[in-house]
């Protein structure tokens, strides 16, 4: 077994139970820069998450944006390119930001795990749920991620991102577009993710695609109160 501790940046990180809503135990100034969570974040070995990686998916767009869009995983696009959100997923999360007047230029995108959670089923990879240890192994980037950035608003993509990030119990079907708070935002919110979307869609239905749109446009309205 791999120690969790091993490739830990060298600060404290403080207690980060989901849904506590105190602010961080660490100042600003004890921050490291996001360069530096990066490239340590990008040789990780703290689970075993990181024998089958192909890349560790640190996060891309604006860290000095005012929304971040936060997702659960890298699937196998976003693997094998060290990019988050560029499969079909993505494609369509593109967009509907596209639809609110944005592009992914104008908000950063990560996710709370990053790298590839996988099985070997069926002579190949297929995407699985993080395991609870997975996730809070990756806490060591994520944390210092989102302290450094501090969006105004997160927009949490599917309910296992709001699950970490604004409450344990969130239920995407009866939560989604409800404004909360969360250690890292002044405003929290979750929207459907694109990937269900995509299930979802048919010949008489948008697969609630109306929703994430109208999500992230409150977001982005929350985000900049006076645009
Ligand atoms: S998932 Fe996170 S903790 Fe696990 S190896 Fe990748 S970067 Fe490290």
Redesign the pocket.
């Known amino acids: 077994m791999q120690d969790p501790d091993a490739t830990a940046l060298k600060f404290e990180p403080p207690a980060t139970a989901a849904g506590d809503s105190a602010r961080p135990l660490v100042a600003e100034t004890e921050l490291p820069t996001l360069d530096k969570v990066s490239v340590e974040?990008s040789t990780?070995?703290?689970?075993g998450?990181?024998k089958a990686?192909n890349n560790?998916v640190f996060g891309e767009g604006d860290p000095h944006s005012p929304l971040v869009l936060i997702g659960e995983g890298p699937g196998e696009q976003e693997d094998l390119t060290g990019r988050p959100f560029v499969g079909r997923a993505g494609k369509l999360l593109d967009r509907a930001l596209m639809d609110c007047g944005l592009d992914r230029s104008d908000v950063y995108i990560c996710n709370i795990?990053?790298?590839r959670a996988a099985d070997w089923r069926e002579g190949r990879a297929q995407n699985r749920a993080p395991a609870a240890d997975?996730v809070a192994?990756?806490n060591?980037?994520l944390d210092p991620q989102l302290r450094i950035i501090a969006p105004k608003v997160l927009l949490c993509i599917g309910g296992p991102s709001a699950s970490h990030l604004i409450h344990k119990n969130f239920l995407i079907t009866k939560e989604r577009g409800k404004l909360f708070t969360c250690r890292y935002a002044e405003h929290a919110l979750a929207t459907l993710h694109p990937a269900y979307v995509l299930r979802q869609q048919g010949r008489n239905s948008d697969g609630g695609y109306s929703l994430l749109v109208e999500d992230i446009a409150l977001a982005w309205m929350k985000a900049n109160p006076l645009e």
């Open positions: 974040a990780c070995t703290a689970c998450l990181a990686r560790v795990l990053k790298c997975e192994a990756c060591r980037w």
